[in-house]
């Protein structure tokens, strides 16, 4: 049972850790195009366009 | 090219420009890629993102601010129409709103699952194994977790509630903020005082996570109002030149002209007011009153309308209205009015959730007083009786029931290149009886096109194509774009309202009107369609001839609408004999021509007090009244952006079919819709007898009713298959 003192912290924790995470990722914008998002990752030129400019 | 430099937002610190338009004719990810990779072949361009699911491309680039038109042209010209996208405060409010809800539903989703970890524990101890400081360990962290939970997530519905009940009304968050705060108070109570009784944290945060969801969907279906008739307000703003009694001039408001005044409006102005000519001689652009962008002739004694605009010559216009007493006027007031009554339709979930709470509170109101009085098991237990019924009566099927349908519907047809307004749209069109269609631009494609370019040749077009290049008449632009290669180059003369001349190869050339060109023989046909005439010198003038085609299944989609039993009406602003025709080609027997704006919102009117439900479809700015006082209203994309915020539903395109799609779709609504009522009616018959009786747990209530959730959700998946079904058909 004294496992339970710490894992459950810690179980916690990292839950908390996920919902942290989530907010960031909205704040982000991450959610705002989905479709979009869902698509990109097919093409391979996207570093190409970010690279040339930064 | 269209100047965008007001649109243009510039950032200070790094010296960037920034434009954000909407684009229209983006399908899948390579129009996508293609507009990005053209922007980014610019060395000037920073950053450029197309949103695919908004429609949206959002470009920052370094230099110059008029740099934007030309950037902008390239996507344009890729064959995408981008036009500037301004969000407006309505837009911004509701996007925080909807991220405000899914923020809460994250946080009730986290404390579900770890009050659910540690409740699941509890329930496993069945046989005693788990010592009692144990579970009461497990208790306490369930309520440290659940209370901040509630207040974070529990604020939509606790908010709703207040605004309500500081009305004297209640809504359905009412028994759904009672329910949870009764449970939590309940829970926190007897885990304080020991007593060793189940507690209901879980149930009170799944319930949370579950409504929040439903409130979600409720949200994305309810769209946003604009009014369209501020926007044709603020097209009158400006100011007048007016001509004194000693010829002076003098630059007033519009507000501020007056009766008898003399306004002096040159070629390209705005019409300010209603008046007679009294000097001059030009032509007008009155496609505010007939809807048609072909010039109309105006000349000393002619009425003139406010909201017109003079295209050729400068005139001198007495004027006879002014104001609040001109025609553009009563339309606008047309329009506020219409869009007031609209106001009033009340959303059958609006309806339903006025009958609905006060007999859930009722019921458990009654609950508790039965155990608690009759059967005598004391407060505790009554309580959770009164709990578990509020629970499982939760409106959430019934709150979800007419949303979900419409977010699918929606999303569906947005793919579709049609978008809705709100979902209420889909209701009011399932209705329909009666549909009007507006002509120019809605049952045709709106754009002149020559037809009998076989019949010319191809020298003769070429010397038309580079007289009329530089005019910005309509019918010279079709003749431009019948046109591909090299132009002459020459010097060319308009004179207003008649026609271009020029001087080539020793002749003089002449490209306009029938009447101006000197033509001796008059055997030529005058069917009235829109024409032009080409002399050179003295040989026989050419004649090229114009049609506003028919968009192609124009008479598919109407003889559809026939066989559904809808009747159908052309109103229109242009000519009889034009009208006829068309009504004639698609079998509409009832039309009328020549009709202003204001009387095409009367004939909608009328039909409405026939008891019957109107559905219009317009195109033009003199169309806009009449989409409001429809009882629903669809408007392809083509149109200016004052008549798309006046309609419901707007289609892209240059097909009639999206009108029969989102009909069809909104039958399949109105249909799913109804099975899903059914459904959650069903679920409650059953499930309040079985809470009354004390047969559920407030548990077992939130799992139950979530369930009816997910089965209304599943039900409404339908909505894909059945539309296809009916279409395909």
Redesign the interface.
């Known amino acids: ?1 004294i496992a ?1 003192l710490y894992l ?1 912290p810690i ?2 924790f990292l ?2 850790m ?2 942290v995470a ?2 960031w990722s ?1 704040n982000n914008g991450q ?6 998002a869902a ?2 990752i ?2 391979d ?1 996207e570093d190409d ?1 970010e690279d ?2 930064k | 090219m269209l100047d965008v430099t007001s649109y243009v937002i510039d950032d200070n610190k790094t010296g960037n420009h920034q434009l954000d338009v909407v684009v229209s004719g983006i399908h899948c990810m390579s129009c996508v890629k293609s507009i990005e990779n053209k922007l980014y072949s610019f060395p000037e361009i920073q950053t450029a993102r197309v949103n695919m699911s908004a429609k949206r491309l959002s470009f920052t680039w370094s230099g110059d601010k008029e740099q934007g038109n030309y950037l902008l042209k390239a996507v344009n010209d890729l064959g995408f129409e981008a036009k500037p996208y301004v969000s407006d405060a309505v837009e911004a409010t509701s996007k925080a709103e909807t991220q405000a809800l899914l923020k809460a539903m994250a946080v009730a989703g986290f404390a579900m699952g770890n009050i659910m970890l540690l409740s699941v524990a509890i329930w496993s101890n069945t046989d005693g194994q788990m010592g009692e400081a144990t579970q009461r360990l497990f208790y306490w962290l369930s309520a440290i977790i659940a209370v901040p939970v509630l207040a974070y997530s529990g604020r939509p519905f606790f908010r709703s509630a207040f605004k309500a009940l500081s009305q004297k009304q209640t809504n359905m968050d009412v028994p759904i903020s009672l329910a949870l705060l009764l449970a939590t108070s309940l829970s926190l109570f007897e885990l304080f005082a020991k007593t060793g009784a189940k507690l209901y944290f879980d149930s009170v945060v799944m319930l949370m996570f579950f409504l929040l969801i439903g409130r979600y969907l409720n949200i994305q279906a309810r769209g946003k109002a604009k009014s369209a008739a501020g926007d044709l307000l603020s097209m009158m703003e400006g100011t007048a030149t007016i001509i004194n009694d000693d010829n002076s001039h003098k630059t007033i408001p519009f507000k501020e002209i007056k009766e008898n005044m003399l306004l002096q409006v040159t070629a390209g102005e705005k019409i300010a007011a209603d008046g007679i000519v009294e000097d001059g001689y030009s032509e007008l652009d009155t496609s505010l009153l007939t809807g048609e962008t072909m010039p109309q002739e105006t000349s000393i004694g002619d009425n003139v309308f406010a909201g017109t605009i003079n295209i050729s010559g400068p005139l001198k216009i007495r004027v006879t209205k002014a104001g609040q007493n001109s025609l553009l006027n009563d339309i606008i007031k047309l329009m506020e009015n219409a869009e007031q009554g609209n106001a009033r339709f009340v959303r059958l979930s609006d309806r339903i959730a006025k009958l609905y709470t006060p007999v859930v509170h009722t019921l458990a109101l009654l609950a508790f007083l039965f155990w608690y009085l009759i059967m005598g098991v004391g407060v505790h237990q009554s309580l959770i009786y009164a709990i578990s019924l509020l629970i499982i009566t939760c409106p959430c099927a019934l709150g979800l029931a007419i949303p979900v349908v419409q977010v699918l519907a929606s999303g569906r047809l947005f793919k579709k290149g049609i978008l809705l307004k709100s979902g209420d749209a889909l209701e009011k069109l399932a209705k329909t009886t009666t549909v009007f269609f507006d002509k120019t631009g809605t049952l045709t494609i709106g754009i002149l096109k020559l037809i009998n370019k076989n019949d010319i040749s191809k020298e003769h077009i070429k010397l038309a194509a580079s007289l009329a290049r530089q005019s910005t008449h309509p019918l010279s632009k079709a003749i431009t774009n019948a046109y591909d290669g090299k132009f002459y180059d020459l010097k060319i003369e308009d004179i207003a309202g008649h026609g271009l001349s020029t001087k080539w190869k020793n002749k003089a050339i002449k490209l306009g009107k029938r009447d101006w060109i000197d033509f001796k023989d008059t055997i030529a046909p005058n069917d009235q369609s829109p024409e032009l005439w080409l002399s050179i010198g003295k040989s026989k003038p050419i004649r090229f001839v114009f049609c506003d085609d028919l968009r192609q299944d124009s008479k598919e989609v109407v003889s559809n609408l026939h066989n559904r039993g809808i009747k159908t009406h052309i109103l229109s602003g242009d000519r009889l004999a034009v009208v006829e025709k068309i009504a004639l080609s698609l079998g509409i027997k009832n039309y009328q021509a020549t009709i202003l704006p204001d009387k095409k919102a009367d004939e909608i009117n009328k039909e409405k007090a026939t008891g019957a439900h109107v559905l219009m479809v317009g195109d033009g700015l003199n169309d806009a009244p009449a989409l409001t006082s429809a009882n629903v209203s669809i408007s392809p994309a083509t149109a200016m952006m004052i008549t798309q915020n006046a309609a419901d539903i707007v289609f892209q395109g240059d097909k009639l079919f999206p009108v029969l799609e989102v009909l069809e779709t909104s039958i399949v609504v109105s249909k799913l819709t109804k099975q899903n009522l059914a459904l959650a009616f069903i679920y409650n018959i059953f499930a309040i007898p079985l809470a009354f009786a004390g047969f559920v747990t407030p548990l077992a209530a939130a799992i139950v009713m979530s369930t009816s959730s997910i089965i209304v959700v599943l039900n409404s998946l339908r909505l894909n298959r059945n539309v296809n079904k009916r279409l395909n058909s």
């Open positions: 049972m339970l459950i179980t916690l839950g908390l996920g919902l989530f907010f909205m959610y705002d195009d989905m479709e979009g698509t990109r097919l093409y030129d366009n040339n400019k």
